[in-house]
């Protein structure tokens, strides 16, 4: 199992920007599918942006030109890059990968809270 772990949450105002880390306890070199997720209070997780061993990334409709995804493998970490903040984007946001054999590892969450 490897250990996730993200930071960079907090309260912003609406337009604010924010960076997301998940920091992985060993080489993501490998990870096939590297993940952002979200779950507001009341609604299901919903997937947020991913990108894959080849750097190709995939957003959700709903903040596709807001957010970036990007990875820095040397540093084993991928990132979230959200800009022009929505009070809609208030949840708690999880990192997710996907290895070798289906093995999937979660981070705690952040949480996100956009508001004035």
């Known amino acids: 199992q490897v250990q996730l772990v993200e930071s960079g949450g907090g309260l912003v105002q609406p337009g604010g920007s924010l960076r997301l880390s998940c920091a992985a306890s060993?080489?993501?070199?490998?990870?096939?599918?590297m993940g952002w997720y979200r779950q507001a209070p009341g609604k299901e997780r919903e997937l947020v942006a991913d990108i894959n061993s080849s750097d190709r990334s995939n957003y959700a409709d709903s903040v596709k030109g807001r957010f970036t995804i990007s990875r820095d493998i040397a540093k084993n970490t991928w990132y979230l890059e959200m800009n022009s903040l929505k009070p809609e984007d208030t949840a708690i946001y999880y990192c997710?990968?996907?290895?070798?054999?289906?093995?999937?590892?979660w981070g705690q969450g952040t949480q996100v809270t956009v508001s004035s």
């Open positions: 997710n990968a996907i290895r070798n054999f289906g093995a999937i590892d």
């Open positions: 060993r080489s993501i070199f490998s990870f096939k599918v």
